[in-house]
């Protein structure tokens, strides 16, 4: 069974600071997937990382893949409250399925 | 455009009464379907999905169960629910090209809220 820990759990920052969300596992992903979810609603895809050391930066934000593709980053530079919502990462295996991490809450507080 | 439909937004029912969810999916052909329960703030874990019609996979034994009467529709059932049924359940929809990171990406529907009292 694929697994993904995520951390942390919770976060509540300031606006204008910076933040890193990681995303670990022990086994290797095909591709790896960031997701940012609001309340009631459901996760809207922010990005796909597939080649291990793979670097993408969506305005404010850079996602990383690890080397050996097992784990992922996500950074964000001088955040805002508009970013606050459940941020979560997916693993993509050899199945059509995504393992999904446990999610990290993020407050920027303004 | 593809886009996902998911309803009811809301639902309350009470213990020991069926369930009925519905997801539709537009603008594609054949796509993998999915049926995902969420804990509040928590990640997802997946009930259920589907690579063609009739062809349903189940991930964990629940009281719930899911069928796909056709290409584009996935529903989620039950019989007689539990208290421990409520949560936020989510439709999702990816392509069926193997072997292509952009057959890993899922799209969500915007989920139903169920409560079971």
């Known amino acids: 069974t694929q697994l993904l820990e995520q951390s942390p759990q919770f976060l509540s920052i300031q606006e204008g600071e910076n933040l890193t969300v990681y995303c670990n596992s022990s086994s290797v992903f095909s591709s790896l997937q960031w997701y940012r979810q609001e309340p009631g609603e459901g996760p809207v895809l922010l990005v796909t990382?597939?080649?291990?050391?793979e670097v993408k930066k969506l305005k404010r934000l850079t996602f990383q893949f690890g080397d050996a593709r097992k784990d992922s980053s996500l950074h964000i530079t001088a955040a805002q409250p508009g970013d606050t919502g459940l941020y979560l990462c997916?693993?993509?295996?050899?199945?059509?399925?995504?393992?999904f991490g446990s999610g990290t809450q993020l407050t920027v507080l303004p | 455009s593809q886009t996902i439909h998911q309803w009811p937004a809301t639902l309350v029912q009470p213990v020991g009464s069926p369930l009925s969810l519905e997801c539709t999916v537009e603008g594609t052909s054949n796509p993998n379907l999915y049926w995902y329960r969420q804990a509040a703030g928590r990640g997802l874990q997946l009930l259920f999905y589907s690579v063609g019609i009739g062809q349903i996979s189940s991930e964990v034994p629940q009281n719930l169960s899911a069928s796909r009467p056709q290409d584009r529709q996935f529903i989620l059932s039950s019989k007689k629910l539990l208290l421990s049924d409520s949560g936020f359940y989510l439709c999702?929809?990816?392509?069926?090209?193997?072997?292509?990171?952009?057959?890993?990406?899922?799209?969500f529907g915007a989920g139903t809220r169920l409560s079971v009292l």
């Open positions: 990382v597939v080649t291990g050391g």
């Open positions: 999702a929809w990816s392509t069926n090209r193997a072997k292509s990171p952009a057959g890993n990406i899922q799209y």
């Open positions: 997916a693993g993509a295996g050899s199945a059509r399925q995504l393992t």
